[in-house]
């Protein structure tokens, strides 16, 4: 078993999901790229009336892996699930970007946290 690629929600109002390392932990041991996107980024939230919440991303710099994900929001468990696939393969970030996503959907959330990719220094 991978215990890197278990995933984790707690279903409350908002969701929380997540999968993988946090940011201060994943920088204590990797040179780290992290990416954020609001709710509001996508044209889906303006659909449903919901433009709180977030996602983050941490990746390693150099092998492109996701280290970590985080989505503070509506539907957050069904969000996490494409990044948890991606973390199963140790495919890059790329794969999720590459991919054609549905328009406009929630899902525009993950490729555009990823697409806001920038290196992070170690404090």
């Known amino acids: 078993m991978n215990f890197d690629a278990v995933p984790h929600a707690v279903f409350t109002l908002p969701q929380i999901a ?3 390392m946090t940011e201060a932990h994943a920088s204590q041991s ?3 790229l992290v990416g954020q996107a609001q709710y509001a980024d996508t044209a889906q939230s303006d659909v449903r009336m919901e433009s709180q919440g977030f996602a983050k ?3 390693d710099k150099g092998t492109e892996r996701i280290l ?3 989505i503070i929001g ?3 468990a069904l969000l996490i699930q494409e990044v948890v696939q991606v973390v ?3 495919a890059s970030y ?3 970007i590459e991919a054609m996503h549905i328009f406009p959907a929630l899902t525009e959330l993950i490729p555009e946290t990823f697409s806001r990719l920038e290196e992070k220094t170690k404090p």
């Open 94 to 96: 790329k794969a999720i």
């Open 18 to 20: 997540s999968i993988g």
């Open 88 to 90: 199963t393969q140790k």
């Open 74 to 76: 509506p539907d957050a």
């Open 30 to 32: 990797h040179e780290i």
């Open 57 to 59: 991303a941490i990746v």
């Open 68 to 70: 970590g994900f985080h």
